[in-house]
């Protein structure tokens, strides 16, 4: 229920126009209207205006109106959001409205409960993944729904950076289990990322899939907003939906339907080329990958001497990055920051670390259900911080070296590798120092149970 957008005008930030009006907040009353309406197919008019006023309350309450104002705290930052327990008790609160909330009773006190929480997903990253493989059947059309709002609405608000939208299950919103609704939501939303620059990537195995709602109406409005298709091997019946849509001729029909693994027709307006691909010896390495992970990770799980917590055993760096990087162990690739690999702080881990360097690392714990390892690189080194207080006593000087700035304070590296946390004298500013540069620091309290020094710096050395 979160509204990701603060503006429903896309194209003011590409035209540096004065952004429009718009209610946000309607757009997003219609957008849970038209999920809902996937679970209960039989809404009728009466129940529609039901579900409206009951979000308009529902919001209401977080303090959020039809004004675009009030969807933002005085910082500019979105306010808290109502949650679907929060919908489920206004529908219960009325009579008239009981009989809506048995829907939603799944999210709230049912085995769907997780999915009406609140989430902590950072929805800044560059890559996105929507993973909706995992949804009962029955769940599966008003979770992709769902999906793909979130996409839409970082790529509409993404103004001018490019964005792509790669949807391998976006036909099911025009199939013969949805409605006119999800729909006319998803063709809508495909022209305009077409307008925006962006691009919308879609695939299906059946054309009749596509084509099942509405005599094919929403099928061909995606497929004449998408410039460019890819045809590849299917059988008569459905080459001849689509004969007409692409303006095949007989000859490229008979050719679809005889092709073979890696070969397809290539369709860009009225142009129409058969292409093979093939794959590089690269491509190939990243299958073998997958295969060889599979295999080690099968190995990992029935070796206890490997996998039982405090077991030292050796990881891989697979990408390294200034802040983030991914190791491998034993076939499971694990994300980690700065503060997983090291005590010391290191302003840009790519000075330090590259690919397929092997490192030590401990094992912190291994769910062998669901194939979960955590593990630890820094805990296989001694923590700089014991013994410091002895070697850098309270109102000591020392020279360091800043590391890092994070919240208003700053991280210094002592020689030693202990890291102490300090703010700055009375007569100096942030823009002062940068990091990198020597100071000279004193030594103000030690946090034991934290394992944290705090110091104060005096001045650049």
């Given at each position: 229920m979160a509204i990701r957008r603060k503006s429903l005008d896309s194209y003011a930030g590409l035209k540096n126009l004065a952004a429009r009006d718009d209610s946000v907040l309607a757009e997003k009353i219609s957008h849970l209207i038209i999920w809902y309406s996937l679970q209960k197919r039989d809404l009728s008019d009466e129940d529609k205006n039901y579900l409206d006023s009951s979000l308009v309350e529902c919001y209401k309450r977080y303090g959020i109106t039809f004004d675009n104002s009030t969807i933002v705290d005085e910082n500019e930052k979105f306010r808290e959001m109502p949650i679907l327990p929060d919908w489920y008790?206004?529908?219960?609160?009325?009579?008239?409205?009981?009989?809506?909330?048995?829907?939603?009773?799944?999210?709230?006190?049912?085995?769907?409960?997780?999915?009406?929480?609140?989430?902590?997903?950072?929805?800044?990253?560059?890559?996105?993944?929507?993973?909706?493989?995992?949804?009962?059947?029955?769940?599966?059309?008003?979770?992709?729904?769902?999906?793909?709002?979130?996409?839409?609405?970082?790529?509409?608000?993404?103004?001018?950076?490019?964005?792509?939208?790669?949807?391998?299950?976006?036909?099911?919103?025009?199939?013969?289990?949805?409605?006119?609704?999800?729909?006319?939501?998803?063709?809508?939303?495909?022209?305009?990322?077409?307008?925006?620059?962006?691009?919308?990537?879609?695939?299906?195995?059946?054309?009749?899939?596509?084509?099942?709602?509405?005599?094919?109406?929403?099928?061909?409005?995606?497929?004449?907003?998408?410039?460019?298709?890819?045809?590849?091997?299917?059988?008569?019946?459905?080459?001849?939906?689509?004969?007409?849509?692409?303006?095949?001729?007989?000859?490229?029909?008979?050719?679809?339907?005889?092709?073979?693994?890696?070969?397809?027709?290539?369709?860009?307006?009225?142009?129409?080329?058969?292409?093979?691909?093939?794959?590089?010896?690269?491509?190939?390495?990243?299958?073998?990958?997958?295969?060889?992970?599979?295999?080690?990770?099968?190995?990992?799980?029935?070796?206890?001497?490997?996998?039982?917590?405090?077991?030292?055993?050796?990881?891989?760096?697979?990408?390294?990055?200034?802040?983030?990087?991914?190791?491998?162990?034993?076939?499971?690739?694990?994300?980690?920051?700065?503060?997983?690999?090291?005590?010391?702080?290191?302003?840009?881990?790519k000075a330090v670390y590259h690919p397929g360097q092997e490192l030590d690392c401990i094992v912190k714990s291994y769910d062998a259900k669901s194939d979960t390892l955590v593990i630890s690189i820094k805990e296989t080194q001694s923590n700089p911080f014991d013994g410091a207080i002895d070697r850098h006593p309270v109102g000591c000087r020392r020279l360091a070296q800043i590391s890092g700035k994070y919240g208003g304070g700053v991280f210094c590296n002592l020689p030693d590798g202990a890291v102490v946390m300090c703010n700055y004298n009375f007569q100096y500013q942030d823009g002062d120092f940068m990091v990198g540069d020597t100071v000279m620091l004193v030594i103000a309290r030690y946090e034991t149970e934290k394992k944290q020094i705090f110091g104060k710096i005096l001045a650049k050395w």
């Open positions: 008790n206004v529908l219960q609160e009325s009579e008239e409205t009981k009989h809506l909330a048995v829907v939603l009773a799944r999210y709230v006190t049912g085995s769907a409960s997780a999915m009406g929480q609140r989430n902590d997903i950072d929805l800044d990253n560059k890559y996105i993944v929507l993973d909706t493989s995992g949804m009962p059947d029955d769940l599966l059309l008003p979770g992709i729904f769902w999906a793909t709002d979130v996409a839409s609405d970082l790529i509409m608000d993404a103004s001018t950076e490019l964005s792509a939208l790669i949807a391998d299950e976006l036909w099911s919103l025009v199939g013969a289990n949805s409605n006119p609704l999800a729909a006319g939501f998803v063709q809508e939303m495909v022209k305009t990322i077409r307008g925006l620059g962006g691009i919308a990537v879609t695939s299906t195995q059946g054309m009749q899939d596509l084509f099942a709602l509405d005599n094919g109406k929403y099928g061909k409005g995606i497929l004449d907003s998408s410039r460019i298709k890819l045809v590849m091997q299917m059988e008569e019946q459905e080459a001849r939906l689509i004969q007409g849509v692409l303006n095949l001729s007989e000859d490229e029909v008979r050719q679809i339907t005889r092709f073979r693994r890696g070969e397809g027709l290539l369709c860009i307006g009225y142009n129409h080329v058969p292409i093979a691909f093939h794959a590089t010896q690269r491509e190939y390495a990243i299958a073998s990958r997958r295969m060889a992970s599979r295999a080690q990770r099968y190995y990992f799980a029935h070796r206890p001497r490997l996998n039982s917590e405090g077991t030292r055993v050796k990881c891989r760096m697979l990408s390294v990055g200034p802040r983030r990087c991914t190791v491998e162990c034993y076939g499971h690739d694990i994300p980690m920051t700065q503060r997983d690999i090291s005590y010391t702080a290191i302003p840009n881990l």
